[in-house]
Nanobody, 125 residues
Framework: QVQLVESGGGLVQAGDSLRLSCAASGRTFNSNTMGMGWFRQAPGKEREFVATISSSGGTTYYADSVKGRFTISRDNAKNTVYLQIDSLKPGDTAVYFC????????????????WGQGTQVTVSS
């Protein structure tokens, strides 16, 4: 079992920055081997990929729509993954979900993914 708990969401203004955190735990969670990432779901839309990071933190992938503004990182000693969001736009309004899988590739493929409950980010113009 893997438990993922997100935090850091809230109501912000366009142009602000925000850092989301996701704390992982569970009997089968291994920060040294599992890929982690973030997805988001805007109102009325399907959940979409945002970013993933490899177990070592050495490889990251981003959706084209967030490149240059979002930064994913992780601290394996704390079993935590972060998403730094800069220059927030109203279009970034969504529920942001933390996710984990055996590898970052499997995570992007949506195979055997563990999900958090999500944290709401609302950006006002």
């Amino acid at each position: 079992q893997v438990q993922l708990v997100e935090s850091g969401g809230g109501l912000v203004q366009a142009g602000d920055s925000l850092r989301l955190s996701c704390a992982a735990s569970g009997r089968t969670f291994n920060s040294n081997t599992m890929g982690m990432g973030w997805f988001r779901q805007a109102p009325g839309k399907e959940r979409e990929f945002v970013a993933t990071i490899s177990s070592s933190g050495g490889t990251t992938y981003y959706a084209d729509s967030v490149k240059g503004r979002f930064t994913i990182s992780r601290d394996n000693a704390k079993n935590t993954v972060y998403l730094q969001i800069d220059s927030l736009k109203p279009g970034d309004t969504a529920v942001y979900f933390c996710a984990a899988a055996a590898t970052a590739s499997l995570l992007r493929a949506g195979i055997s993914v563990y999900w958090g409950q999500g944290t709401q980010v609302t950006v006002s113009s």
